[in-house]
């Protein structure tokens, strides 16, 4: 059972503090922050999720910045502290439509009036936001979502380093929107991470797809709903070498290497028609987690040429090119690329007529960076860099460099081609027709070419 | 109804200034208290509020206690959860203040309305103040039989809080007896899980002291209770699930089909979205399976994929916790992970403790037909401008190239790190190529030619200094300019710092010397000088020491210094296999993350109620001794019935192992009871047979102890003779005491005279030896002594176990005896009561 849980603000300020036990100190936050933020001398370092003080346990995730922690001296499984912190956020965020140190701050009554019932004396009694709503009183104080960045259809916002990706919907799920009605809708996201390394020869060495199929219901009621999948998706690759590409590519049919489902999901037709039935909870949760490494065409290949021209220079080309349909278009496109330690000089020359783009040298770091606001799709872009050098150069400079990494955003597609035909809700008047969002995203998570 | 916007100001805790903001509020709290004016509940939720926000940011606002205790007679119930945060933050320290709130939380727990009920029991049972409890007890028997579940799920915790404020109160109102009827009976899935985990958490605390306690705790784990809860198992929440299954896992299933029923009704629990779930399962199926290795390796297959999943999906810190598991698993079983090694790729955004990680798997599963693979993307990592990370990965590819595999192919890469001439690189890899020389001498002449081009001046790094000097010695005659070298750093003695590069740089111009004496007499002549003035005591001992060797004579120097020597064939493994067993019987717990078992990081009360393998731990007395003498020489083999074992593949293997059914995750007995006996001999020089007591008390009398001397052991019962030199391993223990029904269970009085010798255990587990009875664990403190024992039959394995706990207050010994042939459990029980009792007699 965990001691004490409280939420740490960037500035290792408490936002909330509640103990459960009372067998550990108070001063465990600032102990807890001390070590965390001096885990290395140099700093460099992070600390890992979990570790342990003078018999105390520390395990803590980080969610929009601020640091969710708990203590205890037990030997407890750590998944389940760091799946329960998680969840804790996302319940807060349930209520609070935005989760952020503003509206934190602004709802800690809230806060510790859910914490009293999600935890007690140490052991979890819910986590779910339906359940919990018979017991909580306070209404939650809306933030201003209009002081957010502005959030397109499908946007994603990306925290920090963050790999949990967060729906558009800010919407608190128990806060009566003005005129006191709730719009019925229901949204469904089929969010998809991608992992790929290309050789310095431009083949891909390793590709990976971590997808979630998330919903976020707001249908009064409770209906049973009914979650339709490509037909022929087939899970589990059998006998076959999980990375054994021959024969699987040109069919068509989505491969999961392995998947795993929410609690309220039920499978009685999965194994005949690949439909997911499900009475949804209120709240945003998954119903489906996936994991693919069947080959997919990736959506970016990266060229990248680093040539020594004078003694003391050498020029780098970067050439990106959108291999996804035209109709398609990526946005918040960065690339990066170390460049040798010694590097002095950095001259970049974009293409001309070049819109939404901007390049940066890292000085601290020795790093380039390379953004684009959005890439169409069978398009093309270069980018020449020209580095200048002190002395002459000893020994390969492709040594001293990259690999180039990258990151991006492109909704409203999907490589691996997993798809939801069709989202039935049961209805219970004929005139019962709420909005359904069924939503496409691929993220980059770690997208390397080596050179 | 939303709260007034005034609310912005409290709301955002910027330090208030102090004492002043406090008398402040304590005063418009007063001022409300008696209000009945409309509104005037608003204005005490800001006020409340206000309150709280100072509490968090940890001002303290105790001072307003009563105020708040005036304020809360109210039915708003927003204001009522304030008040009892409020109160149980402050109560503990202000326990006369804590009388103020009794009444209304007593009033409280008879509302009509549940909700409130609920709460003001919540609040009532958090109040940590030791004199109130007797206000406690009416209020919670009340609360456990409420028609509301959410009063009765309240009630069930409210019955552990209580137990820490005053077990005693707690037992004498029989709550546990209570709480077990509502475990089995309740329809709330909840309140069942909750009464779980309270009972588990009292008896576990319990047990220690009450035979009662223990048997209810035993009950647990009893087929109806778990079967009880399987059944029910989808009723649950995902948490409570977690506390069932964790339950589950240390039940003992009669036979293997009952495993199997188990393990089905439990299989579609893999595929659960929450991490804890799944683990808690593989946890359990790991556990169940430990004894049919066949279906142990298909538990291994069957969990991979979900366990990839769960890494994959899921934040970094959840990732981290699943990697950590799978690591585990990887290490003891890297064969059945081989040909997933592209998971164990890294990724360049990862932290570098999740790198790591994947580093030491990548190591592991290493086989002919992925190094190549391997080895290759771990030099893409080495190239890497992340420094710690191509340390790392370069010490990789040296451990593979360890591991025997594709030595020649790897011998080249690490040549090629040697010329990207970066300083870091260069070092790692110097140290390496030291090691891969002393294990495969027939690659020298390959690494001579290259290591003989690098300047000493680029190479700063003290252990890769040495390295290349201990390569300049050991290679002198292969080196052309060994010699030269050598002596260029001579002449830099004074600035060289480590004391490990001037120890390592003697003993190189010594075995130069030999094999090259003209050239290097000179720089012979100025190290021994050097080291002979030296401040260090290690480096002026050594060079004062060659220098007497070869005054003496230079054919015995040449034997010491420069024997022909044997190729080393494995290098110790750091952590020992009986290490790693105990982790993996703690899987899915921090130990799996810290890598160390929890008796290094946890107090014992935080160990876990249910944890018999931990009190183990904490007891092994003799094991740690053992494994500190045994060096860890272990040959990493890579045969598939090593699954179970990581350390089976010794092999002085005990031959009496083998016919148990449970020796799972076999630790080798043999050499650890070799070692245990080793580590005695130190002592007594040499001792059983059994009938050699007088000897060993004769020893005893030299340590001091002031023994009466025993004239010779009691004839045992003929018709049981055990073995005097029985093995067996503290998890085959573990697993036979979870498994063997209790044979016989008794309580006899001991001689005070041995009683009081007990301060040292040492004596009684010597006495014990010589009735061929052997412990395995031991511990305690005046006046508790506990001691486990084992003994076998001297023609059969069959093993006896024996639990005897010694309280030298009352010169009582209690035993618990189980054994595999129950028949013979009497005649066991009788010999094991004749040779304690006749511990301490003269």
Known sequence: MISQFFVLSQRGDNIVFRDYRGDIQKGSAEIFFRKVKFWKEDGKEEAPPVFNLDGVNYIHVKVVGLLFVATTRNNLPPSLVL????????????????????????????????????????????????????????????????????????????????????????????????????????????????????SSSGYILTSEIDGTIQMKSYLSGNPEIRVALNDDLTIGRGGRSIYDYSGSSGSGAVILDDCN????????????????????????????????????????RINNLVEESEHFKAEVILKIRAEFPSSVTANTIVIEMPLPTYTTRVNFELEPGAVGQRTDFKESNKRLEWS??????????????????????????????????????????NPSGLQVKYLQIAKKTKTYNPYRWVRYVTQANSYVARI | MAPPAQSQKSASPSQPSGKGEVSDVKMQLRQLAGSRSPGTDDAKRELFKKVISYMTIGIDVSSVFSEMVMCSATSDIVLKKMCYLYVGNYAKYNPDLALLTINFLQRDCKDEDPMIRGLALRSLCSLRVANLVEYLVGPLGTGLKDGNSYVRMVAAVGVLKLYHISASTCMDADFPAMLKHLMLNDKDAQVVANCLTSLQEIWGLEASASEEAARERETLLSKPVIYYFLNRIKEFSEWAQCIVLELVAKYVPSDSNEIFDVMNLLEDRLQHANGAVVLATIKMFLQLTLSMTDVHQQVYERIKAPLLTLVSSGSPEQSYAVLSHLHLLVMRAPFIFSSDYKHFYCQYNEPFYVKKLKLEMLTAVANESNTYDIVTELCEYAANVDIPMARESIRAVGKIALQQYDVNAIVDRLLQFLEMEKEHVTAETLVLVKDLLRKYPQWSHDCIAVVGNISSKNVQEPKAKAALIWMLGEYAQDMQDAPYILESLIENWDEEHSAEVRLHLLTAIMKCFLRRPPETQKALGAALAAGLADFHQDVHDRALFYYRLLKYNVTVAERVVDPPKQAVSVFA???????????????????????????????????????????????????????????????????????????????????????????????????????????????????????????SLAIDDLLGLGLPVVPSPAPSPPALKLNAKAVLDPNSFQQKWRQLPLAASQEISMNPQGVSALSSPQVLLRHMQGHSIHCIASGGQAPNFKFFFFAQKEDEPSTYLVECVINSSTCKAQLKIKADDQSTSQAFSALFESALSKFGLP
């Open chain 1, 83 to 198: 799946e329960l912190l998680q969840r804790v956020a996302r319940v807060i965020k349930d209520y609070l439509g935005v989760l952020n140190e503003d509206s934190l701050r602004k709802n800690f009554v809230l806060v510790y009036e859910l914490l009293d019932e999600v935890i007690d004396f140490g052991y979890v009694q819910s986590t779910s936001t339906e359940v919990l709503k018979s017991y909580i009183f306070n209404e939650p104080i809306v933030v201003d979502a209009g002081r957010l960045p502005s959030l397109g259809p499908a946007a994603l916002f990306m925290q920090g380093n963050k790999r949990m990706p967060g729906t558009a919907v800010t919407k608190s799920v128990v806060a009566q929107e003005t005129g006191g009605t709730k719009r019925e809708e229901i949204f469904v996201d089929v969010i998809e991470k991608i992992s790929v390394t290309f």
């Open chain 1, 261 to 300: 489902f929410h609690e309220s999901v039920h499978l009685d037709s999965f194994d005949v028609d690949r439909t997911l039935s499900l009475v949804p909870p209120d709240g945003e949760f998954p119903v489906m987690n996936y994991r693919i490494t069947q080959e997919f065409k990736p959506p970016f």
């Open chain 1, 372 to 413: 684009l606001k959005k890439i169409v799709g069978e398009s093309e872009h270069t980018l020449r860099v020209k580095l200048t050098f002190p002395q002459e150069l000893h020994g390969n400079i492709t040594k001293e460099a990259g690999p180039v990494s990258m990151t991006f955003t492109i909704p409203m597609y």
């Open chain 2, 573 to 695: 493994d750091t952590q020992s296999s009986e290490i790693k067993d105990r982790i993996f019987d703690e899987f899915n717990s921090l130990s799996v993350v810290y890598q160390k078992p929890s008796y290094m990081f946890t107090d014992k009360e935080h160990r876990g109620p249910f944890a018999f393998s931990e009190e183990l731990g904490n007891l092994s007395i003799d094991t740690e001794l053992a494994d500190n003498v045994v060096p860890a020489q272990r040959v990493e083999a890579n045969d598939k019935d090593l699954l179970l074992s990581t350390s089976e593949k010794e092999d002085n293997h005990g031959a009496s192992n083998n016919s148990s059914a449970y020796n799972a995750p076999s630790y080798d007995g043999s050499r650890m009871v070799g070692a245990s006996q080793a580590q005695q001999d130190l002592v007594s020089l040499d001792q059983p047979p059994p009938a050699n007591v007088p000897v």
